[in-house]
């Protein structure tokens, strides 16, 4: 039978302020946000348990040795393969994960690891917008889209690839392959100032300029 850990306090701040400076500088209780994360280190919501309300750079830190189920409660995550946020990039929506498949199962990848994980700030599904170019450094043909795609091609985009995004607004989840699976990258108006002028910007996984399907973060 699985057993309970103790709850650690994870405050939330502001994401205009790193939580590790901002919990060494400012010694008052910080208000907590509009984020809550469960992790267990069994399937099926077994085992060792902890609540998180802000981001976790290594869950080893906190006795677990992988995480291989999940609750969001409130608010969009992402969780990530390896600590210290590297590795395959998974959203994490509001709902129930008993297994690495269920965040993992359409990327078409066999990953079971899941080590750390940061709430995606800027999620905001009724007001996202992003412009994709074709090439690098937002030169050639663009499009500027503020609804989902399952296939951009389908949509009348030239190719398979982007070269380059700018996000105005919201929080969105870009796809490698249509119908949202392959490789995810999640990509924030509060990251890069929103401007990701190359590919090898979206995420220390990404291997190529393949984009396919797009989407927006679901708060």
Known sequence: QG???VPMAFPSFPDTVPAAKMAQTNPLPVPMGPWKITVYDQENFQGKR??????????????????????V???????????????QQFILERGEYPRWDAWSGSNAYHIERLMSFRPVCSANHKE????IFEKDNFIGRQWEIADDYPSLQAMGWANNEVGSMKISCGAWVCYQYPGYRGYQYILEADHHGGDYKHWREWGSHA?????????????
């Not at 998180?52 to 677990?64: D, H, K, L, Q, V």
């Not at 409660?73 to 590795?87: I, L, Q, R, S």
């Not at 996202?128 to 412009?131: A, G, L, P, V, W």
Request: net charge neutral.
């Open 3 to 5: 057993h309970t850990a």
């Open 50 to 71: 902890m609540e998180f309300t802000s981001a976790c750079p290594n869950i080893m830190e906190c006795g677990f040795d992988n995480i291989r189920s999940l609750k």
């Open 73 to 87: 409660e409130c608010g969009a995550w992402v969780g990530y393969e390896h600590t210290g946020f590297c590795g």
């Open 128 to 131: 996202s917008r992003i412009t």
């Open 207 to 219: 291997q190529t300029s393949q984009i396919q399907s797009i989407r927006r973060v679901q708060q």
